[in-house]
């Protein structure tokens, strides 16, 4: 097997950025390929049974570009599709919610802790199940924010607007005095500064996506996949089912690439 195979990463739309921005800095030789389902986003108010069959087309769509592992960039996604996939295909798979609550409980002091994600991460409480098996008595305070996703995509996540929806909505939260609150969504950290800001300094934000390419890294090693050549920004692909101009908008300022390769590509129906 090829170590200078690319990682494939998924999300709905940018959100997975943030992972491939952590998986750029810790592991700068890794060839990335990633794919946003931008057209059918948000997945957070979906039927699960769609985010499923949604995922495994993205799935499906990487694998054939002869992927060495799939990071699942997406906590709706990761929720509801992870284990499935991990059981039918035949390389490593990764999802970013066990890594996002075990840095959540390394981080916490007084066991007071926060999700926020969207309706589908929320609703399968998978965030209070893994926290709570690993420390029954961790206090465990969820929101979802769906309106967090639908600023970021359109790439508002720096307007007052912005400030004034994450201050309204994450006002639930303030009550619940956390120590440490997890970004249970990719595309939040895109928010990070005004949710910092909002839900106060003395909250650790826990960036579950960037927590899981520590878990990435430790696969590498125990797949002895890690790729050694030197690579180039060209060796980073990324593909779209939207509008290419918008992701690139946004990507190239996120990821601070300027001659970014992103291509539309059609996954289905909507
Ligand atoms: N970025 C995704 C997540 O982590 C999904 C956002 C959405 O499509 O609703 O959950």
Not at 13 to 20: A, W
Not at 44 to 73: C, D, H, S, Y
Not at 107 to 122: E, F, K, L, P
Not at 226 to 242: L, S
């Amino acid at each position: 097997m090829s170590n200078e195979r690319p990682i494939g990463f998924i999300d709905s739309g940018v959100g997975g950025l943030t992972v491939v921005k952590e998986a750029m800095r810790q592991l700068p030789n890794e060839e990335i390929l990633y794919l946003g389902d931008t057209a059918r986003c948000p997945y957070g108010p979906r039927p699960a049974e769609q985010v499923i069959e949604f995922t495994w087309q993205m799935t499906r769509f990487l694998l054939k570009k002869n992927i060495k592992m799939l990071v699942i960039a997406c906590n709706t996604a990761t929720a509801v599709a992870l284990d499935e996939i991990k059981k039918n295909v035949d390389i490593p798979v990764i999802g970013v919610i066990q890594p996002g609550s075990r840095a959540a409980l390394k981080a916490s002091d007084t066991g007071r802790v926060g999700i926020i994600g969207t309706i589908g991460t929320v609703k399968s409480g998978s965030y209070k199940h893994e926290l709570q098996e690993k420390a029954p008595d961790t206090h465990v305070s969820s929101l979802a924010c769906p309106k967090f996703v639908p600023i970021v995509e359109s790439n508002q996540f720096n307007s007052s607007v912005a400030k004034k929806i994450v201050s309204q909505t994450l006002a639930p939260l303030k009550k619940e005095k956390l120590d440490t609150l997890i970004l249970g969504c990719t595309h939040y950290p895109l928010l990070r500064p005004i949710i910092q800001n909002v839900i106060g300094q003395q909250v650790t934000l826990i960036d579950s996506g960037a927590e899981t390419v520590n878990d990435v890294s430790t696969l590498l090693d125990y797949f002895n996949l890690n790729n050694y050549e030197q690579t180039d920004t060209k060796a980073r692909n990324f593909y779209t089912t939207g509008s290419p101009k918008m992701f690139k908008d946004i990507a190239s300022e996120w990821l601070n690439i300027t001659n970014l390769n992103v291509e539309h590509i059609e996954l289905g129906g909507k």
